[in-house]
């Protein structure tokens, strides 16, 4: 779908391959993130797709201030550091300020921008400077055509590392709708697209540990459509207990499950590229 190679570690993020973005919503204690880092490199070993690692230091966005935001940034770090030393993955985690910017570059694969905050010029701008991978998550109130626009604000500082990632609508009424027409749309950027199928079965307004809070009955359904319209890669939120998560409780996969999950999706994306090739 994407002209454009986005290289992070070893992955070449648009090539043929599908990758994986996964790890719990948000960095919880050392067991829980070992444990799901030592399940997905199983998971990335069984069926050779390449992985990063993906979880929050910071959630700044939760609906109450009562619920759990993670650690914060020095400490999400370390753990985020462990983790990319002990196991090798490349690491994508969340800013939500541009002062954090500088710290989170420096432990980092990717600085992923939070859908809410993509039109943020002076946040968007900053993790550009750092010169490493932006992923920039689809804000729910844009068109997806104008996600060209804060791609645009991350070549003017030079940088061309740019990973697009949609993860659905809403329109004000706590559900979250994917329209595959936005897959084509980001793609027109060049740039590698990623379906965040985890998110886009979120219900706002719901608590995340509450079992209505996510519709998992769509994960699959949603997953093969994003990888038949011809995606990058997927983000898919991993916990090895997710009713116990601290976030996104209801919406994130077993890690157990995840093998499973990707299995008929890796097999659709190469029958996908096949055809597309032709």
């Known amino acids: 779908m994407s002209q454009k190679k986005v290289r992070v570690g070893d992955i070449e993020c648009g090539a043929e391959g599908l990758f994986l973005i996964s790890g719990p919503c948000v960095i919880e204690d050392e067991a829980i993130m070992t444990q799901t880092a030592e399940k997905l490199k199983r998971v990335s070993e069984a069926l050779n797709i390449p992985i990063i690692y993906k979880s929050s230091f910071m959630k700044d966005n939760r609906s109450s201030v009562d619920y759990y935001q993670g650690p914060g940034l020095d400490e999400g770090l370390k753990m985020l550091q462990k983790i990319k030393e002990d196991y090798g993955f490349s690491i994508l985690s969340d800013v939500h300020f541009p002062s954090q910017v500088e710290a989170a570059g420096e432990v980092l694969d990717i600085i992923q921008i939070p859908a809410y905050l993509c039109m943020q010029t002076t946040l968007v701008v900053a993790a550009a400077k750092t010169g490493k991978v932006v992923n920039l998550k689809h804000g729910q109130f844009l068109a997806p055509e104008n996600m060209a626009k804060p791609v645009a604000k991350i070549e003017s500082t030079g940088n061309h590392q740019v990973i697009l990632t949609e993860r659905g609508y809403t329109f004000g009424y706590n559900d ?46 949603l997953a093969r459509a994003g990888v038949a319209s011809g995606v990058d890669g997927l983000f898919v939120e991993t916990h090895p207990d ?37």
Not at 176 to 182: A, E, G, N, Q
Not at 193 to 214: C, L, Q
Not at 242 to 258: E, G, I, M, W
């Open 176 to 221: 979250m709708v994917v329209d595959p027409r936005s897959f084509y749309h980001m793609a027109e950027t060049g740039y590698p697209v990623v379906f965040d199928v985890t998110h886009s079965i979120r219900k706002y307004g719901i608590p995340s540990a509450d079992p209505k809070g996510g519709a998992k009955q769509y994960l699959n359904v």
């Open 242 to 278: 997710p009713s116990k998560a601290l976030c996104d409780a209801a919406s994130q996969l077993c890690v157990d499950d995840l093998q499973h999950f990707l299995e008929p999706l890796i097999e659709l994306h190469n029958i996908e590229r096949k055809y597309r090739n032709e």
